[in-house]
């Protein structure tokens, strides 16, 4: 049975001192054209998976600004009192994401078409980044009804599959096994997980 999970990545941030530069670089190294974003401040999207994902360049705000994943979650205010009751702490926001007010009239026009949406609400969502308690960054996202097509989420996110749930829940369920333990098989380059003597998982090293 599919499992539908709580939050998906939306999109990875990759701050830089220099967004142009950046931008060649990933264009090279990715083999896809940024477009500029909606954005006053230098920043750059590109799509890069199937499931919604966008490659983000923007400008580095601080120096201690890195690579940070930001998850769509449905109520960010209820998901980050979770996390300062569950030991973790709010670093940035949370703060509106306007669109330029310049920009306003064609992104709404553009979504029309392509949706069939209406954009009434001048901005993309909330956001807020959060350290968990072993101290990395985590960007949390309550996307605008008119951008969750793109990225996937709220009513159009994708459940995993079967498969990707058996495979999990067999892993949870060997792991609480006493009698389960991992070999070596040298022979291969494998180490076999075996639980009552019957190979469950070979994984290549």
Do not use: C
């Amino acid at each position: 049975m599919p499992l539908q999970l709580r939050a998906s990545l939306a999109f990875i941030s990759m701050p830089s001192d220099d967004p142009g530069t950046s931008r060649s670089f990933y264009e090279d190294l990715f083999g896809i054209e940024m477009a500029r974003s909606l954005s006053k401040e230098e920043s750059y999207h590109a799509p890069i998976s199937a499931d919604g994902i966008d490659f983000n360049v923007g400008v580095r705000h601080t120096p201690q600004e890195s690579a940070t994943p930001f998850v769509a979650v449905e109520d960010l205010q209820a998901v980050l009192q979770r996390v300062n009751d569950m030991g973790g702490r709010v670093v940035w926001g949370p703060e509106d994401l306007p669109l330029p007010e310049e920009d306003r009239d064609d992104y709404a026009k553009a979504v029309h078409q392509v949706e069939g949406l209406n954009v009434w609400n001048p901005s993309m969502g909330r956001a807020a980044i959060i350290l968990d308690p072993g101290g990395s960054a985590l960007g949390l996202v309550q996307l605008a009804e008119h951008a969750q097509r793109h990225f996937a989420v709220g009513r159009f996110q994708k459940p995993l599959d079967d498969h990707q749930v058996e495979v999990h829940r067999t892993a949870m369920h060997s792991r609480r096994v006493e009698t389960g333990h991992a070999i070596r098989d040298d022979t291969v380059g494998v180490v076999v997980l075996q639980r009552n003597d019957a190979d469950i998982f070979r994984i290549r090293e």
